[in-house]
């Protein structure tokens, strides 16, 4: 139980281009989802939070109108990458926490590796 | 930042034998979780300790938490070539509204070999 399916698993896109990221909570509800980016060999760095009918809260520093999420149903949330450039190209992880699940245990998606041309 | 220390970076073993790593962090924690990524993978949750917890276990995992010192190590016996992978710890918050974000340490990177 408790499986994230995360799509595109990798994507390569032209600098300029949108390029929009899917998570799935495929087996429960997720009340709250997470985006996160990590770049080699480092670890992850929080971008936002979202809960399901409401904006997403984002970090210090990350870009409201660059990343948008979208956390439209208890299942779904998507990120874009608005007018991609290269500096953009990262490994980017979703995660989703449910109230009904393990408290505090985030399930996360396998990625998707980014890269901008 | 916000964000933990782990030690070692990199951490090279033979099959059969014991891994430690060790996290430091910053802040006062509600819980402190360990988690598995496999190259260019998502993470995996292996093990939560609450704060007002000192030790658990898990099948070959040990945790141990030390909040007076704002640390916690993994211990992984027997090892395995399936358990080369790094492992992050990662803190939850103990102020309001801050317990369901995670806060991931730097990482180690452990490496078993045959």
């Known amino acids: 139980g408790a499986v994230v399916s995360q799509h595109p698993s990798w994507v390569i896109c032209k600098s300029g281009t949108s390029v929009k990221i899917e998570c799935r909570s495929l087996d429960f509800q997720a009340t709250t989802m997470f985006w996160y980016r990590q770049f080699p060999k480092q670890s992850l760095m929080l971008m936002a939070t979202?809960?399901?009918?409401?904006?997403?809260?984002?970090e210090q520093g990350v870009e409201k109108d660059k990343f948008l999420i979208n956390h439209a149903s208890l299942t779904l949330s998507t990120l874009t990458v608005t007018s991609a450039h290269p500096e953009d190209s990262s490994f980017y992880i979703c995660s989703a926490s449910a109230q009904n699940l393990a408290k505090n245990i985030q399930y996360f998606g396998a990625g998707t590796r980014l890269s901008v041309l | 930042s916000q964000q933990g220390e782990e030690d070692p970076q990199a951490l090279s073993i033979q099959e059969g034998e014991n891994a430690t790593m060790n996290c430091s962090y910053k802040t006062s924690i509600n819980n402190l979780q360990w988690y598995r990524q496999n190259s260019g993978r998502g993470l995996v949750h292996l093990i939560l300790?609450?704060?007002?917890?000192r030790e658990k276990h898990s099948g070959r995992l040990r945790v141990t938490l030390d909040t007076s010192k704002k640390s916690s190590s993994l211990l992984i016996t027997a090892s395995r070539a399936a358990d080369t992978a790094s492992y992050f710890c990662?803190?939850?918050?103990?102020?309001?509204?801050?317990?369901?974000?995670?806060?991931f340490g730097t990482g180690t990177r452990l490496q078993v070999t045959l």
């Open positions: 979202s809960n399901e009918g409401s904006k997403a809260t984002y």
């Open positions: 990662a803190t939850a918050g103990a102020g309001a509204g801050t317990a369901s974000k995670l806060t």
């Open positions: 300790i609450r704060s007002n917890e």
